[in-house]
């Protein structure tokens, strides 16, 4: 009977130990190649550089692998009387919305929406930032291609057309809101163009970041190997 026992110890600290092991080794795998992704956007994004800022309207001529967000556009259109307000946007510790807008370039038969930077927000929850839009804008900023989905606490189209305060804002959204057809990128105006606070990223974490976190996760790995290797020495030691 003991030794049955010992046996079912056994197998559920060898499960235990390699369960972790490889969870662990996972997550390394994860952010070394997060950390390769990040490297490959940075040369990207250099080489967007050089292209200096392209107008709105030549974004369909470019070669597909050009349309990565980070490239610096250009444009020029009337604003629309509908703006949202981004919740929970911290900026160095410090609690804001991002004012976001649609933009009509001229000539253009499609919005874009616009992100014209981040305002300080209330205690008072209730309170909005005040802001007085201008009929026409000019801008340039950084383009964004990508997912723009996340939880969203507004659940039909009235109280989209009516709410004002959002968790997330997509192309999609605004052409459900607007009854318009949206280009599917999201502008962010840069310091010169933005009515608030410029705080954008297009890398959040740099290559050598996610390369630390890798290490952390291998370590952990081997760190479970030998723990789990010591304690079945010492189980095997009581027998």
Known sequence: MRLIQNSAKSITLLVCTTTVALICASL???????????????KKLD??????????????????DWL????????SGEVSSQFWWLDNQVVNGRFGYDLIVAVKPNNSSRWWL????????????????EVSLPQQLTLTALLKVGNFT??????NDLELRQGQRLQYITPEFAASALQQPFAPYILYAQPDSA?????YQVINMSPDKHKAYALQWTLLA????????VMYRKGSAHE
């Open 28 to 42: 390394a795998v994860w952010q070394y190649q997060r950390s390769q992704q990040k490297i490959t956007i940075i």
């Open 47 to 64: 080489q967007l550089s050089q292209q200096g800022v392209i107008p709105w309207y030549q974004l369909a001529s470019l070669p597909s």
């Open 68 to 75: 990565a967000t980070g490239l610096t556009v250009s444009l």
């Open 114 to 129: 616009v992100n014209l930077g981040w305002f300080a927000g209330s205690l008072n929850r209730e309170q909005l930032p």
């Open 150 to 155: 996340s939880f969203n606490l507004v659940s």
């Open 195 to 199: 009515l608030g606070e410029f705080h």
């Open 222 to 229: 081997l760190a479970a190997v030998v723990i789990g290797a």
